[in-house]
């Protein structure tokens, strides 16, 4: 079994950043890609961004493109997800996500295999 733990959540301003963090531990495995998702209150989780396990391709959601980056350190089997220049719209929890196996698309939730708790982003305007 995969734990997927996220951290770094919390309340910042519009216009602030703050750094989320997706820990693997348990059975190790080398993962196809691992992605970040959100979903606010009220609507339906959607992809954040993406990065895969060989090359470090990285994929992010327009809404995200250049404000986002998501970066990854093997040997810490961890994940980041760096955020600068936070809009209230970006308020909601963050899930990070892990995908055991080949998918040709992983903006998809269903590409991932394991999911973490999610944590709290608060952008107050």
């Known amino acids: 079994q995969v734990q997927l733990a996220e951290s770094g959540g919390g309340l910042v301003q519009a216009g602030g950043s703050l750094r989320l963090s997706c820990a693997a531990s348990g059975r190790t495995f080398s993962y196809y890609a691992m992605g970040w998702f959100r979903q606010a209150p009220g609507k339906e989780r959607e992809f954040v961004a993406t990065i895969r396990g060989s090359g470090r391709s990285t994929y992010y959601a327009d809404s995200v493109k250049g404000r986002f980056t998501i970066s990854g350190d093997n040997a810490k089997n961890t994940v980041y997800l760096q955020m600068n220049s936070l809009k209230p719209e970006d308020t909601g929890v963050y899930y990070c996500?892990?995908?055991?196996?080949?998918?040709?698309?992983?903006?998809?939730?269903?590409?991932?295999?394991?999911w973490g708790q999610g944590t709290q982003v608060t952008v107050s305007s």
């Open positions: 996500a892990a995908a055991q196996y080949y998918s040709s698309n992983y903006v998809y939730g269903t590409s991932y295999d394991y």
